[in-house]
């Protein structure tokens, strides 16, 4: 609604069709508010069941947006285009010098509102729902508790160091000359590694200024929410004795080296595109889709890896990938002596072999996926490459890829399967692996008792046509 | 060396071998190198009753080789065999025989052809070895009309030396290891656990190579029915390569040299057979039943190659716009090819219905698919091993299943049988730092130069023992123009540490590193005794 008041005087057309859909969102949603009760108990199988209703409520809403304002003209590119919005991932199908401001705005919107609910999620909802050390992989640990003491006070705190880091970024833009919309979509784009921009060569068109703005916008997104908590209170030994920091810092530095001694590229191009890949934001500041195999492989593995936890960017996350290195080193040294004990620590914290289990199992699913996404595009007619590319891309939510979508995440390239088989995967790798095996989780629930239920009723039929007599059982 | 032999298989301790060099490492090599030794001297005899171009080359290969051999086998004996040794063993034996596997090659000047110097010869023969004895089946070979027929036969001798493992041929005729016999058994055999077929290691490793030797006669002699009775030469290449599901063939074009529906039948069935657990092949003829139907890894085998046929099919009757029956022998030939781990092609030049590097991509990322989950456990092939990836699966699904109860204890199960959690942890464990290597291995042959396309398939196939890869290094081209000669020695390596399922490479170096760490420690310590009786006397 704020988009359309926003649109007013500019296309007051799409002004009226935010109007009407975002009163119809503030109807359901107050609705649904008083109608359906909160449960007394929130096992862990609802909690996320509800992450994955309510983020396929989003991109539904979102969609309605787009094909009711005539933005976009298909039902199946709205889907795209709001799936992409809402999981923060940079490819688009709108035409920036044809949207209007109220749809450029609204792009913004979908992907900060994606990001903020990403970071409650994780910051706020797993750690204090979810109070069980056997989820502690999914959730951020001893040093959530700092940050989030309870629901309430977390999610002000996260509203706010969220909202006043968009607002700084938003401020920074302005400075470097840039509009008000201009700098509203970027620091929207910026603050929840959405990565757009409303332009068709992404940041490639803008200056020095907003690009520096970009990568430093990027990193501490990228870092997610616990950098801003610490650097608000001005607390530096936390940001010193974060393993999961050091680590991040650690990648994108061998990854800007990394792709820096290739003779084509600038360290300053180098180190940006570093930072976006791995804060999974996805703006580009050149078409590096030629820049050489060896660069586009690095920045492939910086997105697959992906950002810390508590950052609205997605990918494998740094602390999962660092866990699973040190899972797979005890699992190396296990095999010279089965009887080893070894630990593997987050921050000091020791983990059970049941939560390294549990990491593992995520690892496997999220390769799957990526593997599931990967022969789904190329059945979808996207070459090798791009549907291995678009696949690691989708699912850590970053968007741009070599192939057929490009540095800059423009669909036209991709078929209408290959589009519509990108929104499953965005929706996977914004919700993350837990609520999706939920929902997996639910559905064999469902169908096992579908067909418990069945075989009952036939059995139940069967005795009813046929009754044995008991006597004959009681004789033999 | 035949009373060596003699005296292995009959000493109940070892009692004669008292007051020799304790090593097992150089015990085990020397056994390898001179079994690898008869068979280069073999094919220098049938290289001498043929072309009698390369007879020098195999007969001084030979000659040196077994000498080696022989002086490593007579002056050492086995000793204690440690958890930390076994891996060292069994990779210095997989380094040793890969180098020496490239000597015939280098002397018999296979590679010298375009005015390549000494060193790409000798990194081209590197790799030609590591793929034959690795059986993968990746090919650096331009000129096949070049080398004589004996150094051809060797070529394929590679795949069948390696396939049942060179560690398993000296555990059988080496009594002497006991128990850590079995765990160098482990070290080298396809899959998470190997099966002991008796009580005695040795006579397992024994029944195994019965069976290895069986399988490729039958296939051998089915080969040459399907030939119609032409060539034993090439029933008898192609045999050994089917066996070893290895990929090496005498001909430039591979099967699609024959262009017939007979050889390819016969070669379909026999990949099949050889990606099947050779454990099940002994129970089949030491029981007369067929055990195979009952077994629940087969059937998912089965399963898996019949569901990737069918889609592929589908695709290339749709898509590529290939007859229906076109479709139906390129796919099923390439799918049993790929997810065998064997690496033949049917494809009768390029852009023929069988070279899958024309195919959609949708087709191609099935055969990746394939290329990364290869055989059964227990068998000549590679890859991860549909064991594995069910286990896998199935550790995925109770990830489901906690999502709903978090604190619910659930076993997984194959079959009947609960799978251990020590197994399944090993099972993540490999999977993980298969990924790894994927990445790793993509980083470094990209780095190299290479294209993406080419360097993914590489590696997996590299990784998976495969043979032919996608892009530039596909079935109809060659490792040599694709790839330059550091990411060749790359895919080497890869592939020596596929062919050992990571673990031992990885742990022998890890033990090196140890070692050094160790000897630093040790060199500081010493330092600072010096320096505190310098200050002492001082």
């Known amino acids: 609604m704020l988009c359309g008041l926003a649109g007013i005087g500019d296309d007051n057309a799409d002004a009226v069709a935010f109007a009407c859909v975002g009163a119809a969102c503030a109807i359901v949603a107050a609705v649904a508010r008083q109608r359906v009760a909160a449960p007394e108990r929130a096992t862990a199988g609802r909690v996320f069941a509800g992450i994955g209703l309510l983020w396929t409520l989003l991109v539904l809403f979102g969609a309605a947006v787009y094909a009711g304002t005539g933005a976009l003209r298909s039902f199946d590119d709205a889907l795209v285009e709001s799936a992409a919005g809402f999981t923060t991932t940079a490819v688009t199908l709108l035409d920036a010098s044809e949207a209007s401001r109220t749809v450029l705005l609204f792009r913004g919107v979908t992907s900060w509102v994606g990001g903020l609910i990403a970071i409650l999620i994780a910051v706020v909802t797993l750690p204090v729902v979810l109070r069980s050390t056997a989820l502690i992989g999914y959730t951020t640990g001893r040093r959530g508790m700092d940050l989030v003491p309870n629901a309430s006070v977390g999610t002000r705190r996260v509203l706010v160091l969220y909202g006043g880091f968009t607002a700084a970024c938003v401020v920074a833009y302005l400075l470097c000359g840039l509009g008000l919309t201009e700098a509203l979509v970027l620091g929207l784009g910026t603050a929840s590694t959405g990565g757009f921009t409303g332009r068709a060569d992404s940041l490639a068109g803008y200056g020095a200024g907003p690009q520096a703005v970009a990568a430093a916008g990027m990193l501490v997104a990228g870092a997610g929410i616990f950098l801003i908590w610490w650097i608000a209170r001005g607390r530096l030994r936390p940001l010193w004795r974060s393993q999961e920091l050091r680590t991040f810092v650690l990648l994108l530095a061998v990854a800007t080296a990394a792709m820096a001694v290739h003779r084509d590229i600038g360290w300053g191009e180098a180190g940006f595109m570093a930072v976006s890949m791995m804060s999974t934001t996805g703006f580009a500041v050149a078409d590096w889709t030629g820049w050489g195999t060896s660069a586009t492989v690095i920045m492939l593995v910086a997105a697959g890896i992906g950002t810390m936890m508590g950052s609205p960017g997605g990918g494998m996350k740094v602390m999962r990938a660092r866990l699973l290195m040190g899972s797979a080193g005890g699992e190396l040294r296990r095999q010279l002596d089965p009887y080893a004990l070894i630990l593997v620590r987050r921050d000091g914290e020791t983990l059970s072999r049941r939560t390294l289990d549990r990491l593992g199992g995520h690892q496997i699913a999220w390769v799957a996926l990526v593997g599931v996404g990967v022969l789904l595009l190329g059945i979808s007619g996207v070459s090798l490459l791009g549907s291995v590319w678009a696949s690691v891309s989708a699912v850590s939510t970053v968007g741009p890829a070599m192939g057929e979508i490009g540095a800059f995440g423009r669909l036209e390239g991709l078929d209408w399967p290959g589009r519509l088989a990108l929104v499953p995967l965005m929706m996977a790798g914004r919700m993350s692996i837990p609520p999706l095996m939920a929902g997996v989780g639910l559905l064999l629930r469902w169908y096992r008792t579908a067909v418990r239920q069945s075989r009952f009723l036939v059995v139940r039929a069967e005795q009813r046509r046929d009754p044995r007599p008991e006597s004959a059982d009681a004789d033999g | 060396m035949a009373r060596r032999l003699v005296l292995s298989a009959a000493g109940p301790a070892g009692a004669p071998l008292r007051g020799r060099f304790a090593s097992t490492t150089l015990h085990v090599i020397g056994i390898a190198l001179a079994a ?503």
Not at chain 2, 317 to 335: D, G, K, M, Q, Y
Not at chain 2, 395 to 412: F, N, Y
């Open chain 2, 36 to 538: 690898m030794s008869v068979g280069m001297l073999a094919c220098g005899l049938l290289e001498a009753f043929t072309t009698g171009r390369d007879t020098a080359a195999l007969v001084v290969s030979g000659l040196v080789t077994g000498t080696a051999g022989g002086l490593m086998w007579y002056l050492t004996r086995p000793g204690e065999i440690r958890k930390r040794h076994v891996f060292s063993t069994v990779a210095s034996t997989w380094v040793a025989i890969t180098c020496v596997g490239a000597v015939p090659f280098v002397l018999a000047g296979t590679f010298a052809t375009g005015g390549a110097g000494f060193v790409e010869q000798v990194v081209n023969s590197v790799f030609e070895s590591a793929s034959g004895y690795s059986a993968s089946g990746s090919t650096v070979l331009a000129d096949f009309e070049m080398p004589g027929r004996g150094l051809m036969m060797y070529r394929q001798l590679t795949h069948w030396y390696g396939g049942m493992g060179v560690v398993v041929l000296a555990v059988a005729v080496l009594p002497f290891l006991g128990v850590g016999g079995l765990e160098l058994i482990t070290a080298e055999a396809p899959g998470p656990s190997s099966d002991r077929l008796t009580p005695r290691v040795s006579e397992t490793a024994r029944r195994l190579w019965m069976v290895y030797i069986g399988f490729t006669i039958c296939a051998a002699v089915a080969f040459f029915v399907a030939d119609g009775f032409s060539s034993i030469y090439d029933a008898v290449a192609h045999a050994f390569t089917v066996a070893a599901t290895g990929g090496f063939s005498p001909y430039a074009d591979s099967i699609g040299h024959y262009d017939s529906v007979a050889v390819e039948t016969v070669v379909i069935v026999c990949m099949i057979l050889g990606g099947t657990s050779f454990t099940l092949h002994w129970r089949a003829v030491a029981n007369r039943t067929v055990p195979y139907h009952r077994n629940s890894e087969f059937r998912t085998y089965l399963a898996m190659l019949g569901v990737a046929a069918t889609v592929i099919v589908l695709l290339l009757w749709l898509e590529n716009h290939l007859s229906l029956s076109s479709s139906i022998r390129a796919a099923v030939f390439t799918v049993v090819s790929l997810g065998t781990s064997t690496g033949l092609s049917n494809a009768t030049g390029p852009g023929s219905p069988g070279d899958y590097v024309t195919w959609v991509a949708g087709a191609q990322l099935v055969l990746l698919f394939l290329m990364v989950v290869g055989g059964c456990t227990g068998s000549t092939s590679g890859g991860i091993k549909v064991m594995r990836m069910r286990v896998l699966s199935l550790t995925m699904l109770r990830g489901v299943q906690h999502t709903q109860t978090p604190s619910a204890v659930i076993p997984i199960r194959l079959g009947r049988d609960i799978v251990s959690e020590r197994v399944v942890s090993r099972v993540a464990g490999f999977f993980l730092l298969h990924f790894l290597l994927v990445i790793c291995g993509m980083l470094a042959v990209t780095a190299l130069e290479g294209d993406l396309e080419s360097a993914l398939g590489a590696v997996v196939s590299a990784l998976g023992n495969m043979g032919p890869a996608l892009g530039e290094a596909g079935p109809t081209s060659n490792y040599a123009a694709a790839f330059s000669q550091p990411a060749r020695l790359v895919l080497a390596l890869l592939m020596v540490i596929g062919r050992l399922e990571i673990f031992p490479i990885l742990l022998a170096a890890l033990n090196l590193a140890d070692r050094g760490s160790a000897a630093v420690r040790r060199g500081r310590f010493s330092l600072q005794n010096l320096s505190r009786r310098l200050d002492l006397g001082e």
